[in-house]
Nanobody, 120 residues
Framework: QVQLVESGGGLVQYGGSLRLSCAVS????????MGWYRQAPGKERVMVAT???????NYADSVKGRFTISRDNARNTMYLQMNSLTPEDTAVYYC??????????????WGQGIQVTVSS
């Protein structure tokens, strides 16, 4: 199984910044798409940002201009730089990767999630 492990979460002040990291046990050059999702208390899990193998990115409207998704292929690590954070960004953030396995369909893998809390 492909494993994804998030790190870098925690408590941050209103208007502050955090960088989340996702360490992946597979060569992320082989990922069809990777992304970050989040789930706030009492809410459904939603897409935050994705990056395709081509480098094309997509962002939720709520984070455009504030968040940046990136990859470091040499370290098999994906990042989410989060700036200008507000309490509405408080959620558990999940790393996701979609991989085509040899002779198989595309399979999505998920990290365990990491808490981000933005104080007022």
């Amino acid at each position: 199984q492909v494993q994804l492990v998030e790190s870098g979460g925690g408590l941050v002040q209103y208007g502050g910044s955090l960088r989340l990291s996702c360490a992946v046990s597979e060569n992320i050059d082989r990922a069809h798409v990777m992304g970050w999702y989040r789930q706030a208390p009492g809410k459904e899990r939603v897409m935050v940002a994705t990056v395709r193998r081509s480098g094309s990115t997509n962002y939720a409207d709520s984070v455009k201009g504030r968040f940046t998704i990136s990859r470091d292929n040499a370290r098999n690590t994906m990042y989410l730089q989060m700036n200008s954070l507000t309490p509405e960004d408080t959620a558990v953030y999940y790393c996701n990767g979609g991989f085509f396995r040899p002779g198989m369909e595309l399979i999505n893998y998920w990290g365990q999630g990491i808490q981000v809390t933005v104080s007022s």
